[in-house]
C-alpha cells in the first residue's frame, strides 16, 4: 500500500493556467507538508498543515493555495501559473502531532510540474 | 540563509569501496536526519541522529554528529551500485518547526 501519494506524477501546462495537485496519506499522520525541488535538486519547504491547520507558510507568491479537507489530504493549487513555477513538487508527512519536525518525514513521489 | 551544506557535490566509487558524505550547518539543532533520493523518486528517510548522540548504525550506515562543528557525516560501507542516489542531510530548527535540507551529494556507485 501506498503511504503517501501524489496525483498526477507528471503536469505540463501553459503558462496563465491554473493547476492543482493532489496529495493523500494513508500513515495515520497528523502533520503535512508541500516541498518544491528545484533543476539543481535544492528542496525548499513551501507549506505545513498540523490537523487541518496551517503551522508553516514559507514566502510563497499567494498563487500557492494548499487546502487541507482533512488530516490525510493536502492538496496545493496553483493559480496563474509561471515558467520559473516549473520544479518537482513533494508532499511529506509526519506523525509529530505537534507540528513540530523532529520526527521522520515519509515522501510521496513527487509530481513534475512543467510550465510551458 | 540554508541550513545545511554538503560536501562534496558529488562522489563516484566503485563497488566495495566505502563512501563519506559530510554536512555542515549554521545553527543549533534539535536533530539531524539523512535521506536518500533515487533518481525521480521521493525521499526516503534512512536515520536521524539526537543533537545528544555522536553516534548512530544502521545496517551499512554509520552517521556521526559534531555539535561542536556543527557537522555530521554519512558513511556507507561495503556500498553497492543500488546505492546509487542523492543523498541529503536534513535539519531541523531550534524551534523544532521544520527541517531545512542541505544541497545534496550525488553518489554514483560504479559495478
Known amino acids: 500500500d501506498t503511504a503517501v501519494s501524489q496525483t498526477p506524477k507528471y503536469l505540463v501546462t501553459q503558462m496563465g493556467n491554473d493547476k492543482s495537485i493532489k496529495c493523500e496519506q494513508n500513515?495515520?499522520?497528523?502533520?503535512m507538508y508541500w516541498y518544491k525541488q528545484d533543476s539543481k535538486k535544492f528542496l525548499k519547504i513551501m507549506f505545513s498543515?498540523?490537523?487541518?491547520?496551517?503551522?508553516i507558510n514559507e514566502t510563497v507568491p499567494n498563487r500557492f493555495s494548499p487546502k487541507s479537507p482533512d488530516k490525510a489530504h493536502l492538496n496545493l493549487h496553483i493559480n496563474s501559473l509561471e515558467l520559473g513555477d516549473s520544479a518537482v513538487y513533494f508532499c511529506?508527512?509526519?506523525?509529530?502531532?505537534?507540528?513540530?519536525?523532529?520526527?521522520?518525514?515519509?515522501f510521496g513521489p513527487g509530481t513534475r510540474l512543467t510550465v510551458l | 540563509s540554508q541550513q545545511g551544506e554538503e560536501d562534496p557535490q558529488a562522489l563516484s566509487i566503485q563497488e566495495g569501496e566505502n563512501a563519506t558524505m559530510n554536512c555542515s550547518y549554521k545553527?543549533?539543532?534539535?536533530?539531524l536526519q539523512w535521506y536518500r533520493q533515487n533518481s525521480g523518486r521521493g525521499l526516503v528517510h534512512l536515520i536521524l541522529?539526537?543533537?545528544?548522540?555522536r553516534e548512530k548504525h544502521s545496517g551499512r550506515l554509520r552517521v556521526t554528529l559534531d555539535t561542536s562543528k556543527k557537522s555530521s557525516s554519512l558513511l556507507i560501507t561495503a556500498s553497492r551500485a543500488a546505492d546509487t542516489a542523492s543523498y541529503f542531510c536534513?535539519?531541523?530548527?531550534?524551534?523544532?518547526?521544520?527541517?531545512?535540507f542541505g544541497e545534496g551529494t550525488q553518489l554514483t556507485v560504479n559495478p
Open positions: 511529506a508527512s509526519s506523525q509529530d502531532g505537534t507540528g513540530l519536525a523532529t520526527d521522520t518525514q515519509y
Open positions: 500513515l495515520g499522520h497528523d502533520t
Open positions: 498543515y498540523n490537523n487541518k491547520e496551517l503551522i
Open positions: 545553527t543549533s539543532i534539535n536533530n
Open positions: 541522529i539526537r543533537s545528544n548522540e
Open positions: 536534513a535539519t531541523d530548527t531550534p524551534s523544532g518547526s521544520r527541517l531545512t
